[in-house]
């Protein structure tokens, strides 16, 4: 029995690395777009003076600092937040490494802790964001102290993307948000598509039954990649009154 999870740990962390991340094949920057290079982690800011609140961004699956930078300026002008982000191991300008869960979140906890600690940042006025595939550094992330944990078309587990059935055991193997998020004491945010083909939104449903502080959730028609362009008001509204 112990040998059948060994191999069908070492199937799902295959599966993993070769369908849940994709990286670009050469990173989309330079050193001279980034801020920092912390402990092997690429980070980049985008500063606000006016205001003491901060963003951390955790990217989608396919992007990288400099995909994702418009992204992040934007957010970070309608916001007025300043807004940290960065690569996880294996992406851009970060530290080569394997494409695994255990990375993700060792590069998530690198980035937090920098943010705590080298910059001082207040957790009291720090909000967690992930989109995607970063809802499952952000979901993680949030057992450490901050203001709110805002998730963006987020998955359920790993698991359920490809396995849709109630089969709770499985979802330890590979992304459990479903897991984590009870530990999460934050109030928590979600905007999902209903059109979305590669994260059913009944993940969200199935989140939102789990956590307890609940904070109604923005439900949109849209799909995976397209909520902030064919929603853009809804979408803005509800990042700044979850934020404010």
């Known amino acids: 029995m112990i040998l059948y999870f060994i191999l069908l740990y070492i199937i799902i962390n295959y599966i993993i690395a070769t369908f849940a991340f994709n990286p670009p094949l050469i990173p989309t920057y ?19 003076t006016l205001s003491s609140k901060v963003i951390l961004f955790n990217h989608n699956n396919a992007d990288d600092i400099g995909i994702c930078s418009n992204y992040c300026k934007w957010l970070s002008n309608f916001t007025n937040c300043t807004v940290i982000f960065y690569d996880y191991i294996g992406y851009g300008l970060s530290t080569k490494g394997a494409l695994t869960e255990y990375n993700l979140l060792k590069s998530a906890d690198i980035v937090y802790f920098f943010t705590t600690r080298v ?27 901050n203001n709110g ?6 998955m359920l587990s790993g698991i359920r993307i490809y396995y849709d059935h109630n089969m709770p055991y499985l979802d330890n193997f590979c992304f459990p948000n479903n897991i984590r998020i ?4 934050s109030k928590i945010g979600i905007i ?13 449903y199935e989140l939102l039954n789990i956590i307890e502080n ?7 028609k849209a799909g995976h990649n397209n909520i902030e362009t064919t929603n853009t008001n809804e979408f803005i509204n509800y990042v700044k009154k979850f934020i404010d």
């Open 30 to 48: 330079t050193l001279e777009d980034i801020d920092y290079i912390y402990n092997g982690i690429a980070i980049k800011i985008i500063r606000k």
């Open 119 to 145: 910059l001082n940042i207040d957790p009291n006025n720090l909000y967690i964001v992930g989109k995607s595939l970063g809802t499952v550094p952000a979901t993680y992330l949030s057992k450490y102290k």
């Open 149 to 154: 944990l805002l998730l963006i078309s987020p």
């Open 182 to 185: 009870r530990d999460v004491k």
């Open 192 to 204: 999902h598509g209903t059109e979305d083909k590669l994260i059913n939104v009944k993940h969200t």
């Open 214 to 220: 609940k904070y109604k959730p923005l439900i949109i």
